[in-house]
């Protein structure tokens, strides 16, 4: 509670601080921004290829890298928020990083002579006489689009923990609306991205690029104005120091101490006692998993040193325990890379396949970066069903506040991708089919196949998303520890960013493999069906790995200290209902 005074010094009504109220200044930051992000998700691939004049694969490849390296540089991000700035702050610097970057390529765009004579419209046999892109023109570019990645890789770090700063995950009252804020920050999040896919998308293919990066600037510039009113209503974090250095320590005190034995009672390790920790602090639980971290909790007596040892030589157990949280969240991380990987191939070539087809509706033209609007009209539509219907459904048969466990939802988005995966396969044969059939092949002009063809696959993992990203932005920040809640939702964004790199190498390993499937600057003569079909499969048996990892994940323990026994009592809390 803060305390506001009149002009006379005196106390006002109490301010309420965090709670809904505050979180709709997160929504709205988080729409505003991933409208600008996601609009250029979908479409830059276009941008490269006909005005760029890069190649098909090419343009293909630096999405994904630009795309990757904005989700990796969250971990940078979530670094500088836990351990320098407030997450609020943190939010309003990268925001302005990301402004500059967006100004920088509406500049770009704007003046002719910063990029190559466009080369659209141009048949895929002749795009190799076009005018390539300078060293300048490209360094332009890559500069723009690198701060546009640095500037939202903060922003997506310290933005989700912020808003769910302000639902207490310890009051009971509080927790079932933490759990609602994550799904109706990708609510926002959705609403965002189909006003990107659609309204910017529209205004790039008619108005021209720069009109389309100069709203993203102004968009952009919105959002973090808005973040800033709801200032005086946050709960805001106090960063507690480097999470990273705190983990080092770990290591390097267990190694140091690698020969003295581990006591068998939890007790006679090293912790801080709860008059020093303080009302309110977050003490965890010793676990059995990984008991060689253990050994960095041994109490070290050091007859030459009268002083307690430093961190390198002698850690607390919720610093092990720390350390434990976040080795054992890397195999969950791991297994739902590949998710990502096809949602690269949505993003890219899946973009290029509605290029190839008619996108006629009611006598407009859809432009081909529109088509992921199908996907998010879904999860517009399914994400209050979810969180109004489904939850409180599920809540009053597993007593789970959340309805279901957070493992579970990540695994069915999993299941979902690899149909998805399936279902896109059969649309590029028969997409392939009615080329070869009406004699088009080599042909610039639309197919007679309605793109919304494609609406089948994006469905599927529309639904897929809103299952695992939810599910991985909820697990991170509730088990991870009070010190690292923005570097944690920040390591589930890096599932977006490996996913995202690996389509680059899998599509170069692939040609190389296959002889070629994906060699051809020309749809019609790749193979992408088979490609589609790899990734299906790969799914499947990436989903047996998760089943594993999941089965052998411990939720945290943790002990909280008592404020009405005056910190000398602890309350046990297991975090193991999600």
Not at 204 to 211: E, I, L
Not at 493 to 500: N, T
Not at 510 to 520: E, T
Request: net charge positive.
């Amino acid at each position: 509670m803060g305390i506001c005074r009149d002009a006379k010094n005196q106390p006002k009504q109490q301010v309420k601080l965090g709670g809904t109220r505050a979180a709709l200044f997160v929504y709205a930051t988080a729409g505003l921004e991933n409208m600008a992000f996601i609009s250029n998700a979908v479409s830059l691939v276009t941008y490269f290829y006909g005005y760029m004049n890069f190649s098909l694969a090419k343009s293909a490849t630096t999405l994904t890298n630009f795309m990757g390296t904005a989700f990796l540089l969250s971990l940078f991000g979530g670094f500088i928020c836990d351990t320098y700035l407030s997450r609020f702050k943190t939010c309003v610097l990268f925001g302005s990083i990301e402004i500059l970057g967006y100004a920088l390529l509406t500049v770009q765009a704007h003046f002719h002579q910063l990029r190559p004579f466009p080369c659209k419209d141009v048949p895929p046999s002749k795009m190799n006489q076009c005018e390539a892109a300078t060293s300048g023109q490209t360094a332009i570019l890559f500069t723009s689009l690198y701060l546009v990645a640095l500037g939202t890789s903060g922003i997506k770090a310290a933005l989700p923990s912020l808003g769910a700063d302000q639902f207490d995950e310890k009051d009971p009252k509080e927790a079932a609306s933490l759990s609602s804020f994550f799904n109706w920050l990708l609510f926002s999040i959705t609403i965002g991205a189909m006003l990107g896919v659609t309204f910017l998308v529209w205004i790039s293919t008619n108005q021209g690029w720069d009109w389309s990066f100069g709203v993203s600037t102004i968009a952009v510039l919105a959002g973090i104005l808005f973040l800033t009113m709801g200032r005086s209503i946050y709960r805001n974090n106090k960063p507690k120091g480097s999470p990273i250095i705190r983990i080092i320590q770990v290591f390097v005190a267990a190694i140091r101490n690698r020969k003295l034995p581990i006591p068998a009672m939890a007790e006679k390790l090293h912790e801080t006692r709860d008059k020093e920790a303080g009302i309110g602090a977050e003490i965890l639980q010793r676990t059995a998993q990984f008991k060689f971290f253990d050994r960095a909790a041994i109490v070290v007596h050091d007859a030459s040193t009268p002083s307690m040892p430093g961190p390198w030589r002698m850690c607390t157990v919720t610093q092990v325990e720390e350390t434990k949280i976040i080795v054992r969240m890397l195999p969950i991380i791991l297994s739902t890379i590949l998710m990502n990987t096809c949602l690269a191939q949505l993003q890219t070539f899946t973009i290029q396949q509605s290029s190839t087809m008619d996108r006629s509706l009611l006598g407009f033209q859809v432009p081909g970066a529109s088509i992921p609007v199908i996907p998010l009209a879904f999860m517009f539509v399914s994400i209050p069903l979810y969180d109004r219907v489904f939850v409180p459904l599920a809540r009053k048969f597993t007593g789970i506040p959340t309805g279901i466990r957070y493992l579970q939802r990540i695994g069915v988005g999993l299941v979902l991708s690899a149909i998805s995966m399936a279902v896109a396969g059969i649309i590029e044969t028969r997409r392939k089919n009615v080329a070869e059939k009406h004699n088009m092949v080599d042909s610039a002009d639309p197919l007679p196949i309605s793109v919304f063809w494609l609406g089948f696959q994006y469905a599927i993992f529309g639904i897929a998303d809103m299952f695992t990203l939810v599910g991985l932005l909820e697990f991170f920040y509730s088990e991870s520890s009070l010190g690292m809640k923005s570097l944690s939702t920040a390591i589930s964004w890096c599932s977006l960013a490996f996913g995202y790199f690996t389509s680059s190498v899998m599509v170069e390993v692939v040609n190389k493999a296959s002889g070629g499937w994906l060699a051809n600057n020309n749809l019609n003569r790749d193979e992408l069906n088979y490609f589609y079909w790899l990734l299906s499969g790969l799914s499947i048996v990436n989903f047996g790995f998760y089943l594993v990892c999941s089965s052998w994940y411990r939720y945290k323990k943790e002990e909280q200290v008592d404020s009405n026994s005056g910190g000398e009592a602890k309350i046990k809390i297991e975090m193991g209902s999600g």
